[in-house]
């Protein structure tokens, strides 16, 4: 794979998590550093809509008192 285009695949992929809803299970969505922060919190609070994106995250929302303050804040920078 030429470095180019594994740079803009990197680029494409942090990206993608600006403009969509933070979203966390199993690094389908947000940039992988937004996946660490609330991997655990979707783990423990969302473990049946692990593989559903859309339906972690109204789990997360709908957890918002109990996430990690990590969690919490990747919420708060989508304006969530």
């Given amino acids: 794979m030429s470095r180019k285009f594994l740079l803009a695949t990197i680029t494409l992929t942090a990206l993608s998590g600006l403009s969509s809803p ?11 550093q937004e996946q660490n922060a ?3 919190d979707a783990s ?3 473990r049946k809509d692990l593989g559903n994106d859309g339906a972690v ?6 957890n ?3 996430l990690s303050k ?3 804040k990747v919420f708060q920078s ?3």
């Fill in 70 to 72: 990590a969690c919490s």
């Fill in 57 to 62: 995250q109204s789990c997360l929302q709908a």
């Fill in 44 to 46: 423990r609070f969302c």
């Fill in 64 to 66: 918002r008192a109990k």
């Fill in 38 to 40: 609330c991997s655990r």
């Fill in 78 to 80: 989508h304006g969530m």
């Fill in 22 to 32: 933070p979203a966390l299970a199993q690094g389908h969505m947000g940039t992988q």
